[in-house]
Nanobody, 122 residues
Framework: QVRLAESGGGSVQAGESLGISCKASKYTLGGYCSGWFRQGPGKNREGVAAIYSDGTTGYADSVKGRFTVNKDKEKNTLYLQMNSLKPEDTAMYYC????????????????WGQGTQVTVAS
C-alpha cells in the first residue's frame, strides 16, 4: 500500500504563484505515472499535469505555460508549481499515481492523496 500526502495549498490573489507537493510513503515515482488532478466547486475531477518515470510531462490546455510538474526521486516527492493563478484554478488538488502510462482518466489511478485546497481570489 502506498500513501500519498499533499501539502502546500492555501489562498492567494489572482496572478500570484503557489507550489504544492505530494509525499509518497515509499518509492513510487520511478516506474509510475504521477499526476495532479483537481476538482472545483460543482465540477468533475479533471487532470491537470502528469509526469512519467522517464520525465515526460503532460499538461491540460488550461494550465499550459503556467503550471510545472516535477519530481524528486530521492525525496519521493511530486511537485506542482502554479504561476499566474486565476480564480478558475480554485479547486481541491489531488496527487495520484499508477503503474503504466499516464492518463487523464481518474479511474485508472491506483493511489490517491487526500487533497489540498487551493483558492484564488479575484
Amino acid at each position: 500500500q502506498v500513501r500519498l500526502a499533499e501539502s502546500g495549498g492555501g489562498s492567494v490573489q489572482a496572478g500570484e504563484s503557489l507550489g504544492i507537493s505530494c509525499k509518497a510513503s515509499k518509492y513510487t515515482l520511478g516506474g509510475y505515472c504521477s499526476g495532479w488532478f483537481r476538482q472545483g466547486p460543482g465540477k468533475n475531477r479533471e487532470g491537470v499535469a502528469a509526469i512519467y518515470s522517464d520525465g515526460t510531462t503532460g499538461y491540460a490546455d488550461s494550465v499550459k505555460g503556467r503550471f510545472t510538474v516535477n519530481k524528486d526521486k530521492e525525496k519521493n516527492t511530486l511537485y506542482l508549481q502554479m504561476n499566474s493563478l486565476k480564480p478558475e484554478d480554485t479547486a481541491m488538488y489531488y496527487c495520484a499515481a499508477r503503474f503504466g502510462w499516464c492518463s487523464w482518466y481518474n479511474h485508472v489511478y491506483d493511489y490517491w492523496g487526500q487533497g489540498t485546497q487551493v483558492t484564488v481570489a479575484s
